[in-house]
């Protein structure tokens, strides 16, 4: 994992009941060996954090999985969802690709939330490494997409519109590659990208006025 960069993982705890929970959060790695994760105030997760001072970080790509954690149905998922790691008094989800042990260190209250900073205490895998889910590089792909369609409407005065809405969108990508994957290489494809496109309206605009 690259420093200072956001993964999106699935967090999992134990319940005061003892039941599991699990629930979307983004962390971010300090170093190697300690990440920080943004909680919101009075959230599940929170409380379920502090009382037992661990978490697991479930590390995987699975769509669906992310959205059956985030709008829980009444109970959440079930039992046989999750298995007990060595070392941490939290849960683990059976279908991930890896796993990583995290023991609270530190917390700090912050403007809506509370910023928590956690020990890792062991990167576990199975056979293949995991691939940590980044919003960095899907946004650079989901805002490449949107350039080419810019470059071909361009041409097209009934696409007005359409490519004012596809510039505000690469914009909002931008944004997040910006606030999740500072100084990559992502941040320097979305910039050369608005660049480009930039100079595909000034040639635009060139042409337009010659007429």
């Known amino acids: 994992p690259r420093l200072k960069e956001i993964y999106e993982v699935i967090l999992s705890t134990f319940n005061d009941d003892g039941t599991p929970d699990a629930a979307p959060m983004g962390i971010r790695f300090l170093t190697r060996r300690s990440v920080q994760v943004r909680f919101y105030q009075g959230s599940r997760t929170l409380r379920n954090v502090l009382e037992r001072g661990c978490a697991v970080a479930n590390l995987t790509c699975d769509a669906n999985l992310f959205y059956r954690t985030a709008f ?5 998922l079930p039992r046989s969802y999750f298995s007990r790691p060595p ?3 939290a849960p683990l989800l059976r279908s991930a690709d890896g796993y990583i042990e995290l023991m609270l260190r530190r917390i700090g209250r912050v403007r809506h939330g509370v910023l928590a900073e956690f020990r890792v205490g062991g990167i576990h ?3 293949e490494a995991p691939i940590i889910y980044s919003r960095g590089p899907h946004a650079l792909i989901e805002a490449t997409i949107h350039a080419t369609r810019i470059r071909e409407f361009l041409n097209d005065k009934r696409r007005v519109e359409e490519v004012k809405r596809l510039t505000q969108l690469i914009n909002h990508y931008k944004g997040v590659i910006e606030r999740v994957c500072p100084d990559s290489e ?3 494809a979305i910039r050369e990208l608005r660049s480009r496109i930039r100079g595909w309206k000034s040639v635009q ?5 010659t007429f």
């Open 72 to 76: 829980k149905e009444k109970g959440g």
């Open 87 to 89: 070392h941490v008094d």
């Open 125 to 127: 895998r199975k056979d």
């Open 186 to 188: 992502y941040e320097k």
């Open 205 to 209: 605009s060139t042409c337009e006025d």
